[in-house]
């Protein structure tokens, strides 16, 4: 008897699974341990925020956008800015940048560890999900010392930024960077020799770099498949025109190189901020007086945790946006799971969905 | 070895409440000491008896497809079976259980029966991720059930040689033999069946790296995802039972020694498991993460089956 000709069992994975951090319906059709299809149903975080934000006013967008999602909570009003000071005319000054910079780092950061933690959680190294969660840690309490909170940082507003960094606070800074830092090597180089991990992550969940390029995947997930694209790189916005970024990138197509590809990058996160920090302009935090917003259009994008953001905004001159759209990273990735699943064992899913660190709240949004 | 004193034999009924309370306490120890690795707190030791006491207060819910009288009486058989083969145990210097009992050989078929239990569960629910769980406990239980017989078996052929037979499955001639010859624990012959022997216990108790049916993850408990109530409880209780056979089993196959006070014998028993429970369980779990069925199989087979074998031969080989 072939594969084929063998009746499938259907694995109902999800709307709501220990795996999976947010509601989304794998139906996965499995033959023995083997995956046959798979089949994504998603919509079930759906909560009408694009329309939302056209019933508001573009301050308050500011603090919407900022609520679409938790992980990449500072990318999402960082964007919407860029496009409103984009049709104002009004680009933020240096130093406004630059702590955007900070903030956006300081997230990327965090938001790297936890997907790394989890992927040790679902190897069932516990012991390594407590050690980089620890680490991760440090960077929840730089958050909260320097924007007073823990996930929404409510860092920007239009043309500029509401924080700043004195030198207490880069000094302060620096010094959890160093912690981090030494942590992070250490980390790097437990998933780099470890065993148990390298058994369970390497040479699953493959996605091969010409498929790569035909789904247009974006983040960890095109750069782990050699695919050196980063927005950060190849179209500087704000202060990384003048940081220097080195783009990370990996040939090995896998959910290990996928892991890997995070903790280097939290590498260069560290790096930069310490750019940041040793190069930060004086003047200004925010354009003042605040510009009238003209009826316009505006496309902008940045680098989010999971990839390529890209806002578009069109506004007629009044308060309210006339329409507010996003492309969101996990947009593109979670296409290529049907690719990393099919042959992929039963065991091995768990570790190949959270490989694309999906993100649905801010997809479904 | 002596008749036991009576407030021991109130407290020790063989594989009574004895038994329950060490393997819950086990388990409570295990997770202590796994958190403190960790660097967590964790939890009370007494966690796994507020676990029980809080699952014996809630509703034992059945799904529709499964077979009600299979799904509930499960969990009843495995318990209680584990519970039996503790009293096939002896305890050096404590408790010797009656012949009529049974020997190794009956407690090798009361340790499959968990396993069993645990599988038709997994079935009866009726559920995709029990039948997953069903397949990988099958796998496991063939994976590790092979070098615990040679392990057994090279023990069992030792002694018996030892004491001019040519083999005996009497559990207490093995520790009477240890008692009066020294432990095994210190025959070299001996040594890979007790290394896989170290291996087939964290297999049997469906701990990190071999929790793989269960392995939460990937099919959400498997075998136990439709159990709920006190129904989830008796397999709880039946895991923390099958811990104190199994460890106990170890013991008597390879370190039994204890000073003739029945005290300061159960003292120093109860020391060992702990030990035991210590390095095999916590350590190793904090220590790795699971594999996935293939390779604990191939692992199996690779290593602690090879181990057991060559014990067995180099028993018979030097003996013979």
């Not at chain 1, 010409?210 to 095109?222: I, N, S, Y």
């Not at chain 1, 080195?246 to 750019?275: F, H, T, Y």
């Not at chain 1, 200004?284 to 007086?289: G, K, M």
Request: hydrophobic fraction near 50%.
């Amino acid at each position: 008897m072939t594969a084929t000709d063998r009746p499938l069992t259907t694995l109902p994975l999800g709307p709501l699974h220990v795996a999976l951090e947010e509601p989304m319906y794998f139906r996965i059709q499995v033959d023995g341990e083997t995956v046959a299809g798979v089949e994504v149903t998603a919509g079930h975080a759906h909560r009408g925020i694009e329309y939302l934000a056209t019933k508001r006013n573009l301050h308050q967008n500011l603090v919407l956008t900022e609520r679409v999602c938790s992980l990449c909570s500072n990318s999402h009003p960082l964007t919407y800015c860029m496009a409103l000071e984009r049709i104002a005319g009004a680009p933020p000054p240096p130093r406004a940048e630059a702590l955007r910079a900070v903030a956006d780092e300081i997230k990327r950061i965090a938001s790297h560890l936890f997907n790394v933690a989890i992927l040790a959680h679902l190897v069932g190294f516990e012991s390594l999900f407590m050690h980089v969660m620890q680490t991760r840690e440090i960077m929840q309490d730089v958050k909260e010392t320097i924007f007073g909170n823990r996930m929404d940082l409510g860092a920007n507003c239009i043309g500029g930024v509401r924080f700043d960094l004195d030198a207490e606070g880069a000094a302060y800074l620096g010094v959890q960077l160093d912690r981090v830092a030494v942590d992070v090597a250490q980390i790097r180089e437990l998933y780099a020799s470890d065993r148990s991990i390298g058994s369970r992550t390497r040479g699953i969940g493959i996605l091969p770099y010409g498929d790569a390029v035909a789904l247009g995947v974006v983040g960890p997930v095109a750069r782990a498949s050699g695919i050196p694209f980063d927005v950060r790189a190849k179209a500087p916005y704000g202060a990384y025109s003048r940081l220097e970024v080195p783009v990370v990138s990996r040939e090995e197509c896998d959910v290990w190189a996928r892991a890997m590809v995070r903790l280097d990058e939290v590498r260069v996160s560290i790096d930069i901020l310490r750019q940041c920090l040793a190069r930060l302009p004086q003047g200004s935090l925010a354009v003042s007086p605040l510009p009238l917003v003209p009826a316009g259009e505006a496309v902008t994008r940045s680098e989010a945790p999971r990839g390529e953001l890209i806002y578009y905004l069109r506004t007629d001159g009044s308060e309210r946006p006339e329409r507010l759209k996003w492309r969101v990273p996990s947009y593109m990735n979670w296409a290529a799971l049907e690719v990393m699943l099919k042959g992929a064992a039963v065991a091995d899913i768990p570790m190949i969905v959270n490989s694309v660190d999906p993100c649905l709240s801010c997809t479904e949004r | 070895m002596t008749e036991m004193p009576l407030p021991f034999a109130a407290v020790l009924f063989p594989g009574g409440v004895f038994a329950l309370v060490l393997g819950l306490c086990l388990k409570g120890l295990d997770r202590r000491i796994a958190a403190r690795l960790q660097r967590r707190v964790g939890p009370p030791l007494a966690q796994p008896f507020f676990d029980l006491i809080k699952l014996a207060r809630k509703d034992s819910l059945v799904p529709k497809a499964a077979p009600r009288l299979l799904f509930l009486t499960l969990p009843l058989a495995g318990t209680s079976t584990a519970a039996l083969a503790v009293a096939l145990l002896p305890i050096g210097g404590v408790y010797a259980p009656p012949a009529a009992l049974g020997d190794l050989l009956v407690l090798l078929y009361l340790l499959a029966v968990p396993a069993i239990t645990l599988m038709l569960a997994g079935s009866a629910s009726a559920s995709p991720f029990g039948a997953i769980g069903f397949s990988r406990e099958m796998a496991m239980v063939l994976a590790y059930e092979g070098p615990l017989l040679m392990v057994i078996a090279a023990v069992a052929v030792f002694v018996g040689r030892a004491e001019g037979q040519t083999v005996t499955f009497s559990l207490t001639e093995i520790v009477a033999w240890q008692q009066a010859h020294g432990p095994l624990i210190g025959e070299p012959a001996l040594w890979p069946a007790l290394l896989a022997y170290l291996a087939f216990y964290p297999a049997n108790l469906g701990m990190v790296p071999f929790d793989i049916p269960e392995a939460e993850p990937e099919v959400l408990d498997g075998p136990l995802l439709e159990y709920s109530g006190p129904a989830l409880g008796l397999f709880e209780l039946m895991s923390a039972t099958k811990a104190v056979v199994v460890l106990g089993l170890g013991i008597a196959l390879f370190c039994p020694l204890a000073p003739a006070d029945p005290a300061t014998a159960l003292v120093i028993h109860l020391l060992k498991y702990a030990v035991l429970t210590a390095l095999g369980v916590s350590v190793v779990r904090t220590a790795m993460g699971r594999m996935r069925i293939d390779q604990a199989f191939r692992f199996f087979l690779k290593g602690p089956l090879w181990l057991a074998l060559a014990s067995l031969l180099l028993v018979l080989g030097r003996m013979g």
